[in-house]
Protein backbone atom coordinates (compact mmCIF):
# COMPACT_ATOMS: atom_id res chain seq x y z
CA UNK A 1 0.00 0.00 0.00
CA UNK A 2 1.11 3.46 -0.48
CA UNK A 3 0.20 6.55 0.63
CA UNK A 4 -0.91 8.91 -1.77
CA UNK A 5 -4.04 10.83 -1.87
CA UNK A 6 -4.15 13.72 0.50
CA UNK A 7 -7.40 13.29 3.09
CA UNK A 8 -9.25 16.57 4.06
CA UNK A 9 -8.43 17.72 8.36
CA UNK A 10 -11.01 15.83 10.50
CA UNK A 11 -12.39 18.43 13.23
CA UNK A 12 -9.40 17.04 16.12
CA UNK A 13 -6.86 18.04 13.56
CA UNK A 14 -8.17 21.20 12.00
CA UNK A 15 -8.98 22.46 15.69
CA UNK A 16 -5.13 21.64 16.77
CA UNK A 17 -3.61 23.19 13.45
CA UNK A 18 -5.60 26.33 14.18
CA UNK A 19 -4.62 26.20 18.20
CA UNK A 20 -1.00 26.07 17.16
CA UNK A 21 -1.07 28.37 14.46
CA UNK A 22 -2.65 30.86 16.84
CA UNK A 23 -0.10 30.27 19.47
CA UNK A 24 2.73 30.62 17.17
CA UNK A 25 1.44 34.26 16.16
CA UNK A 26 0.51 35.31 19.26
CA UNK A 27 3.97 34.47 20.74
CA UNK A 28 5.38 36.21 17.97
CA UNK A 29 3.51 39.26 18.78
CA UNK A 30 3.56 39.16 22.75
CA UNK A 31 7.58 38.75 21.88
CA UNK A 32 7.80 41.80 20.07
CA UNK A 33 6.13 43.59 23.30
CA UNK A 34 8.84 42.12 25.55
CA UNK A 35 6.01 39.42 26.74
CA UNK A 36 8.01 35.80 26.42
CA UNK A 37 5.03 33.05 26.39
CA UNK A 38 7.50 30.77 25.20
CA UNK A 39 8.63 30.74 28.79
CA UNK A 40 5.31 30.54 30.51
CA UNK A 41 3.86 28.44 28.03
CA UNK A 42 6.82 25.85 27.40
CA UNK A 43 7.97 22.55 29.64
CA UNK A 44 10.33 23.46 32.54
CA UNK A 45 12.19 20.60 34.53
CA UNK A 46 9.95 19.49 36.71
CA UNK A 47 11.95 20.65 40.01
CA UNK A 48 12.49 24.36 38.13
CA UNK A 49 10.91 27.52 40.01
CA UNK A 50 9.56 28.41 36.52
CA UNK A 51 7.46 24.79 36.42
CA UNK A 52 3.71 24.98 36.37
CA UNK A 53 1.83 21.81 36.38
CA UNK A 54 -0.34 23.49 32.82
CA UNK A 55 2.74 23.36 30.87
CA UNK A 56 2.81 19.27 31.06
CA UNK A 57 0.06 20.49 28.22
CA UNK A 58 0.43 24.05 26.91
CA UNK A 59 4.25 23.27 25.62
CA UNK A 60 2.62 21.29 23.04
CA UNK A 61 1.24 24.58 21.05
CA UNK A 62 4.73 26.43 21.69
CA UNK A 63 6.91 26.22 18.52
CA UNK A 64 10.70 27.57 18.39
CA UNK A 65 10.28 28.66 14.38
CA UNK A 66 8.54 28.67 11.14
CA UNK A 67 9.92 25.28 9.95
CA UNK A 68 9.48 23.73 13.54
CA UNK A 69 5.53 24.65 13.37
CA UNK A 70 5.52 23.59 9.72
CA UNK A 71 7.06 20.12 9.79
CA UNK A 72 5.10 19.48 12.95
CA UNK A 73 1.76 20.60 11.14
CA UNK A 74 2.69 18.24 8.26
CA UNK A 75 2.86 15.70 10.68
CA UNK A 76 -0.09 15.78 12.39
CA UNK A 77 -1.85 16.16 8.82
CA UNK A 78 -0.40 12.99 7.13
CA UNK A 79 -1.14 10.59 9.92
CA UNK A 80 -3.31 12.39 12.23
CA UNK A 81 -5.82 12.85 9.91
CA UNK A 82 -6.21 8.54 8.73
CA UNK A 83 -5.98 8.54 12.49
CA UNK A 84 -8.48 10.60 13.74
CA UNK A 85 -10.92 9.27 10.91
CA UNK A 86 -10.39 5.53 11.88
CA UNK A 87 -10.79 5.95 15.70
CA UNK A 88 -13.09 8.89 15.68
CA UNK A 89 -12.75 12.32 17.69
CA UNK A 90 -12.60 11.44 21.08
CA UNK A 91 -10.37 8.33 20.73
CA UNK A 92 -8.32 10.33 18.66
CA UNK A 93 -8.22 13.30 21.34
CA UNK A 94 -7.25 10.72 23.85
CA UNK A 95 -4.17 9.25 22.15
CA UNK A 96 -3.09 12.68 20.98
CA UNK A 97 -3.09 14.28 24.60
CA UNK A 98 -1.90 11.00 26.10
CA UNK A 99 1.33 11.01 23.95
CA UNK A 100 1.95 15.02 24.63
CA UNK A 101 1.76 14.17 28.68
CA UNK A 102 3.99 10.80 28.04
CA UNK A 103 6.43 13.06 26.18
CA UNK A 104 6.57 15.50 28.99
CA UNK A 105 6.90 12.56 31.64
CA UNK A 106 9.76 10.86 29.71
CA UNK A 107 11.55 13.91 29.43
CA UNK A 108 11.06 14.53 32.74
CA UNK A 109 12.85 11.31 34.15
CA UNK A 110 15.74 11.49 31.50
CA UNK A 111 16.48 14.83 33.40
CA UNK A 112 15.81 13.65 36.55
CA UNK A 113 18.34 10.51 35.99
CA UNK A 114 21.24 12.87 34.99
CA UNK A 115 20.30 15.41 37.98
CA UNK A 116 20.82 12.32 40.95
CA UNK A 117 23.09 11.00 39.17
CA UNK A 118 25.54 14.37 39.59
CA UNK A 119 23.70 15.12 42.60
CA UNK A 120 22.71 12.27 44.38
CA UNK A 121 19.02 14.07 44.82
CA UNK A 122 16.27 14.72 42.12
CA UNK A 123 15.52 17.46 43.76
CA UNK A 124 18.85 19.16 45.15
CA UNK A 125 16.92 22.16 47.57
CA UNK A 126 19.32 25.06 48.13
CA UNK A 127 21.89 23.47 45.66
CA UNK A 128 20.96 24.50 42.33
CA UNK A 129 23.49 27.09 41.78
CA UNK A 130 26.16 24.50 42.69
CA UNK A 131 25.11 22.24 40.25
CA UNK A 132 27.73 21.27 37.19
CA UNK A 133 26.97 23.61 34.19
CA UNK A 134 25.69 20.84 32.05
CA UNK A 135 22.75 19.92 35.00
CA UNK A 136 21.96 23.74 35.57
CA UNK A 137 20.87 23.61 31.57
CA UNK A 138 17.98 21.39 32.70
CA UNK A 139 17.13 23.41 35.19
CA UNK A 140 17.09 26.57 32.50
CA UNK A 141 15.63 24.51 29.39
CA UNK A 142 12.23 25.35 27.78
CA UNK A 143 10.38 22.26 25.90
CA UNK A 144 8.64 23.10 23.02
CA UNK A 145 6.46 21.68 20.52
CA UNK A 146 4.20 19.03 19.07
CA UNK A 147 7.31 16.95 18.10
CA UNK A 148 6.63 14.57 20.49
CA UNK A 149 3.25 13.94 20.25
CA UNK A 150 3.57 13.67 16.23
CA UNK A 151 6.05 11.25 17.27
CA UNK A 152 3.15 9.38 18.80
CA UNK A 153 1.44 9.42 16.03
CA UNK A 154 4.00 7.69 13.58
CA UNK A 155 3.81 5.36 15.94
CA UNK A 156 0.26 4.31 16.12
CA UNK A 157 0.33 4.80 12.42
CA UNK A 158 3.23 2.50 11.75
CA UNK A 159 1.55 -0.21 13.99
CA UNK A 160 -1.96 0.08 11.68
CA UNK A 161 -0.76 0.65 8.50
CA UNK A 162 2.78 -1.10 8.80
CA UNK A 163 4.08 -1.56 4.71
CA UNK A 164 2.37 1.66 4.15
CA UNK A 165 5.13 3.34 1.91
CA UNK A 166 5.82 6.91 2.63
CA UNK A 167 8.36 9.54 0.72
CA UNK A 168 10.72 11.13 3.29
CA UNK A 169 12.65 13.96 1.49
CA UNK A 170 14.98 13.98 1.01
CA UNK A 171 15.76 10.25 0.74
CA UNK A 172 15.06 9.14 -3.11
CA UNK A 173 12.96 6.34 -2.88
CA UNK A 174 9.63 5.14 -0.45
CA UNK A 175 9.90 3.80 3.43
CA UNK A 176 7.53 1.59 4.77
CA UNK A 177 5.93 3.37 7.77
CA UNK A 178 7.53 0.31 10.07
CA UNK A 179 10.88 1.11 9.24
CA UNK A 180 10.36 4.70 9.43
CA UNK A 181 9.18 4.64 13.04
CA UNK A 182 11.93 2.30 13.64
CA UNK A 183 14.78 4.77 12.24
CA UNK A 184 13.73 8.11 13.83
CA UNK A 185 13.19 6.12 17.42
CA UNK A 186 16.94 5.17 16.95
CA UNK A 187 18.37 7.89 15.67
CA UNK A 188 16.60 9.70 18.41
CA UNK A 189 18.08 7.65 21.04
CA UNK A 190 21.35 8.39 19.57
CA UNK A 191 21.64 11.73 19.43
CA UNK A 192 19.71 12.23 22.84
CA UNK A 193 22.47 9.98 24.45
CA UNK A 194 25.16 11.95 21.95
CA UNK A 195 23.96 15.33 23.62
CA UNK A 196 26.14 17.27 20.70
CA UNK A 197 27.28 21.06 21.41
CA UNK A 198 24.45 23.27 19.87
CA UNK A 199 21.86 21.01 19.80
CA UNK A 200 18.50 22.81 21.25
CA UNK A 201 16.15 19.29 20.05
CA UNK A 202 14.70 17.53 22.98
CA UNK A 203 15.07 14.32 21.28
CA UNK A 204 14.46 12.28 24.40
CA UNK A 205 10.81 14.43 24.53
CA UNK A 206 10.12 12.64 21.00
CA UNK A 207 11.52 9.42 22.38
CA UNK A 208 8.73 9.61 24.88
CA UNK A 209 5.69 10.63 22.42
CA UNK A 210 6.98 7.72 20.04
CA UNK A 211 7.38 5.16 23.31
CA UNK A 212 3.73 6.18 24.77
CA UNK A 213 1.93 6.11 21.54
CA UNK A 214 3.38 2.59 20.89
CA UNK A 215 2.67 1.37 24.15
CA UNK A 216 -0.99 2.68 24.32
CA UNK A 217 -1.48 1.09 20.80
CA UNK A 218 -0.06 -2.16 21.40
CA UNK A 219 -2.42 -2.20 24.90
CA UNK A 220 -5.50 -1.07 22.56
CA UNK A 221 -4.70 -4.09 20.54
CA UNK A 222 -4.18 -6.47 22.83
CA UNK A 223 -7.33 -5.70 25.05
CA UNK A 224 -9.48 -4.50 22.22
CA UNK A 225 -10.20 -1.52 24.75
CA UNK A 226 -13.39 0.31 23.37
CA UNK A 227 -14.83 1.59 27.17
CA UNK A 228 -14.93 5.63 26.50
CA UNK A 229 -14.56 5.79 22.66
Known sequence: MRFGQMAPLPPICKNLL???IGVFVV???M???GIDLTSILGLHYIDSPAFKPFQIFTYQFVHGGLWHILLNMFGLYIFGSRLEQIWGEKKFLFFYLFCVAGSAIFTFGID???VYKATGFISPIGKVDELPGGIMEIYHKVTIGASGAIMGLLAAFAMLFPNTELMIIPIPFPIKAKYLAIGYGLIEVYLGFA?????NIAHFAHVGGLLFGFLLVFY???TNRKTFF
Do not use: L, M, P
Open 220 to 222: WNK
Open 31 to 33: GSR
Open 18 to 20: YIN
Open 112 to 114: AFQ
Open 195 to 199: NRYND
Open 27 to 29: TWI
